[in-house]
């Protein structure tokens, strides 16, 4: 990279913009800022580009047209580019509106009309190629700072593998969310976040996404088999992505 | 003299808005503030959810003020399924939402306004030249965070609460390094009031109105379910508060608005500590002194944020110095039909949700009201009786005045999206 400091972009798209805030709540925020030439950063600075960046992350999920275009010429402006969060990875809260009827939406948010461009809200790898995908609602502090330090090196940090389950302390055990016939989503979600929910006595409610190789079937069939009913369980499953058609 | 004044995207707050004003021969003849944020349209993605599912959805609603979304959302499913929570959680639920409002407090004071008032175009460059305010600012924001991730399990969209009451009560000494750091961060907290009293903000007053809910005898952070107006004169009931405060959309807008009897009215730190000035501490209102005198500022709401930071911390010291949290299962809940209203005092200023229950536990109708909704018509109207008194100034120096008072209200634009159709000019 030589001795030009790279550029750097953080883009929001529909969202709380909830990991925009996760990264101000970096305690060495500025710290690690000071080595990169920050273009875009609307929630920290006045003048924004959209420059062509060297590492761009890109928050919240695409649902008009217009977002699919603009998030498409961001990508090509950039070289790296990092789908930040639940909601620009797979979608997140917002793409819980896929499952209700447009005319229903509008009747309960006060007869308002859809946009004309509405699409249905999606992650942003619908659009656009993604190189590295950091998962969470909200991301995790510690991936993000690891990711830029890597990047600083010339290097693409490789994603988690394993599920939440890998980093579960209950893994096995009698106190397994799943034994007390919660539903856990922790088989189905991708791990890296140091399972922060179950150590703290929560179920995985599955804010990073499911995992492409996991049995949602066996899962589905197991929480039935509870005697819990298909709408409580599937309202959990899409929750953070539509699983339906998985 | 200016013709036109377009701030396309306003920066430095939270969500996506827009400032078109037009002036003809010194008469300004438009000052439209467009919201144009995505709409996610939480109210009907609420419907028909279960109640336990409800607060972690209603939790993204906004990722600055998470903590209080989440507060006002188990209030209401409690009120409508008729669950009382213990003592321990109520005061637990205060600790959360001081944490929640510190956090969002000092980022908006630190890192949006501050480098506007110090002559930096941002944080970064301004923590170049101000090392030690901006190290007085990370202490502060550890703390915030610290409180919330203690309680809450993370810093944003805390997941132990649930209705009835927690999933899990941290251990003793969890508290005791709580309290610890809290005690330490104390001083922090009275140099930021201090230096946002003395800012030099514009010269501006202009009479509106306030509105808070009512603060407990002696206890500035526990609201009652009741509203008080300009002066601290209780005068609503929470449960009254459709009727009172009328939302509207406005064209070319995502963001809804509200009106209180036909006129725009304000909330946040500086209507709280307008309306709730007696139950300050005694310390709390000595740092209130400087504010006071100007009680026709919007822009007062800065130092007021500044002083709400100390108070509150203080509060934290109390109430962990005087109690002993002990582990509590929450309130068993049995599910029914019924509608309940939570209200509580978010960083911004009130937040109301409203959800009908069926009898499985469904919510069938929801309603959410948030501050930066009541606060836009009160901005706008500020902007154009601020506007005048400014034409005679290079424009670059009227946007910055101009965006000066925006983050002055703290504005919350994804808050406030719902969504109409967007027109662009």
């Known amino acids: 990279m030589g001795d030009k400091k790279p550029v750097l972009g953080i883009v929001s798209f529909t969202c709380d913009q909830g990991c925009q805030f996760t990264i101000l709540f970096i305690e060495k925020l500025m710290d690690i800022l000071k080595k990169f030439d920050v273009q875009y950063f609307h929630l920290l600075k006045e003048k924004n580009r959209k420059a062509k960046f060297d590492l761009c992350f890109v928050e ?35 793409a819980m509106r896929n499952f209700i009827e447009n005319k229903e939406l509008e009747k309960y948010v006060y007869n308002q009309k859809l946009p004309k461009d509405a699409l249905s ?114 309202q959990r499953l899409n929750m953070f992505k539509n699983i339906e058609n998985t | ?222 609201p009652e379910d009741k509203i008080t107006c300009t002066g601290g004169k209780q005068c609503i009931a929470v449960t009254d508060y459709e009727d009172y405060f009328k939302e509207f959309f406005k064209q070319g807008s995502t963001a809804e608005f509200a009106k209180a009897n036909e006129s725009s009215y304000m909330v946040g730190a500086w209507s709280r500590i307008l309306n709730n000035y007696d139950q300050l501490s005694k310390e709390g209102k000595k740092l209130t002194s400087c504010i006071l005198p100007r009680k026709f500022s919007p822009f007062m709401n800065n130092p007021a944020q500044a002083v709400e930071m100390w108070e509150g911390l203080k509060r934290v010291v109390d109430v962990l110095e005087s109690t002993d949290f002990k582990p509590e299962k929450p309130v068993e809940i049995k599910t029914k039909a019924g509608t309940g209203i939570g209200a509580n005092e978010a960083p911004r200023g009130i937040v109301f949700h409203k959800y009908k229950y069926d009898n499985k536990g469904y919510t069938k109708l929801v309603n959410i009201t948030t501050p930066t909704t009541q606060n836009l018509q009160n901005l706008e109207d500020d902007i154009k009786h601020f506007l005048p008194t400014l034409l005679d100034k290079p424009k670059e120096e009227i946007q910055l005045e101009i965006e000066k008072l925006i983050r002055a209200y703290d504005p919350c634009i994804s808050c406030a999206a719902h969504f109409l159709e967007i027109v662009w000019e």
């Open chain 1, 121 to 234: 809200a999606a992650g942003i790898g619908e659009y656009v190629k993604v190189d590295y995908y950091m998962y969470g609602c909200p991301i995790i502090k510690e991936e993000f700072m690891n990711f830029l330090n890597q990047f600083l090196k010339g290097k693409i940090m490789k994603e988690f593998e394993g599920p939440v389950c890998a980093e579960c302390p209950r893994q096995g055990k009698q106190d397994c969310f799943l034994r007390q016939k919660k539903i856990c989503l922790g088989p189905l979600t991708h791990g890296g976040c140091s399972a922060v929910c179950t150590k703290a006595n929560f179920e995985c409610m599955g804010c990073r996404g499911p995992r492409p190789k996991a049995d949602y079937k066996a899962e589905i069939e197991l929480f039935k088999s509870w005697g819990l009913s298909e709408k409580e369980v599937m």
């Open chain 1, 60 to 94: 919240g999920a695409i649902t008009t047209k217009k977002e699919a275009e603009k998030l498409k010429e961001i990508r090509k402006k950039s070289k790296v580019l990092v789908a930040l969060g639940a909601c620009a990875c797979h979608g997140g809260v917002p």
């Open chain 2, 1 to 222: 003299m200016p013709k036109k004044i377009n701030l396309n995207q306003i920066t430095k707050i939270e969500g996506h808005a827009k400032l078109h004003i037009k002036i003809d021969k010194g008469e300004i003849k438009k000052v439209n503030l467009k919201i144009y944020e995505g709409s996610r349209y939480f109210e009907g993605i609420l419907k028909d959810k279960k109640f336990n599912d409800v607060n972690h959805i209603a939790s993204r609603i906004c990722g600055i003020c998470s903590p209080v979304h989440g507060l006002t959302s188990v209030k209401a499913t409690e009120k409508a399924l008729g669950v009382q929570v213990s003592e321990q959680t109520e005061l637990l639920r205060e600790i959360l939402n001081i944490g929640g409002t510190i956090q969002s407090h000092v980022l908006h004071l630190y890192f949006l306004t501050l480098p506007d008032y110090t002559g930096f175009p941002n944080a970064v460059q301004m923590a170049q030249k101000h090392p030690e305010k901006v190290k007085s600012a990370l202490k502060i924001k550890q703390i915030g965070n610290d409180l919330v991730r203690v309680i809450g399990g993370r810093d944003i969209h805390p997941f132990t609460l649930t209705p009835g009451g927690f999933v899990r009560i941290p251990k003793p000494e969890q508290f005791k390094a709580l309290l610890k750091s809290a005690k330490a961060c104390l001083p922090e907290t009275e140099k930021a009031a201090h230096l946002f009293c003395g800012l030099d903000y514009p010269d501006f007053k202009r009479e509106t109105k306030h509105y808070a809910l009512k603060a407990k005898k002696g206890c500035f952070f526990c």
